[in-house]
């Protein structure tokens, strides 16, 4: 199972995210990094899983502020060789695009993640992967609802080939992964490379996950808290 470690991103600090309630995130407290700086934590949490990939939320963003484009570019600065998967509220390709336009010249590193959650219509959806075949759709659901106004979930013909499973009321929860889901979008997807989201606590869960039909899972607060150690990567 490949492992992506996350960082979110509330006014340029790391925040340690819990079951999607992003009013009472806080700067992250992390015995693995010591830190709440993007850089640090960035650099250990890479170091740590094996990983040339990083997944970003830009939380400033995704709640309808600024993108926090300095933040991005001196990630992308501090280490030529990192992927990043940006997931900053692209209502549509346009704007995936002005963001890559802003981190230039590193946007060829830049994945852009659209979420259900942000996709203002079916006809976004429609175009976004076409504009941007690179990005990635993130299934974005919370308390067993989907956030969904493009209508993305039920739309499998119009996905790209990587997509996410994300459901928000386990993330930083302790609480497992949604398996059930993940095995729903599985036969909605074949063939498609899926990522989980949420609710990773042990070694266990990622087997689980794996028999469920995942081949990588992003991952946070697990890394932070030692449970899980160091483990090899590759692509997704």
């Known amino acids: 199972m490949n492992i992506i470690p996350v960082i979110d991103l509330l006014h340029g600090q790391v925040v340690r995210a819990v079951r999607g309630e992003r009013s009472a995130y806080r700067p ?3 015995p693995l990094c010591g830190s709440s700086d993007p850089l640090a934590v960035a650099r250990i ?23 926090q484009i300095a933040t991005l570019r001196a990630l992308l600065d501090a280490d030529p060789a990192l992927e990043l998967w940006l997931d900053a509220g692209f209502a549509d390709a346009g704007a995936a695009h002005a963001v890559l336009q802003a981190l230039a010249p590193h946007a060829a590193r830049v994945v852009p993640v659209l979420g259900s959650e942000s996709l203002r219509s079916r006809e976004a959806l429609g175009t976004a992967f076409v504009a941007l075949p690179n ?24 996905w790209p080939p ?75």
């Open 28 to 30: 992250i407290v992390s």
């Open 45 to 67: 949490l890479c170091r740590h899983c094996a990983s040339a990939r990083l997944y970003v939320a830009d939380l400033d963003a995704l709640q309808g502020g600024v993108s």
């Open 135 to 158: 990005a990635v759709l993130s299934l974005d659901r919370r308390d067993g609802r989907r956030l969904d106004a493009a209508g993305c979930w039920d739309a499998p013909e119009l």
């Open 162 to 236: 990587r997509v996410i499973v994300m459901t928000l009321e386990r993330v930083g929860a302790d609480a497992g992964p949604d398996l059930d889901t993940l095995a729903e979008v599985r036969r909605k997807a074949p063939h498609a490379t899926l990522i989980g989201a949420g609710g990773i606590r042990h070694p266990a869960d990622l087997a689980q996950a794996a028999g469920a039909g995942a081949d990588a899972w992003l991952v946070a607060s697990a890394l932070h808290d030692q449970r899980l150690t160091a483990v090899g990567s590759r692509p997704a």
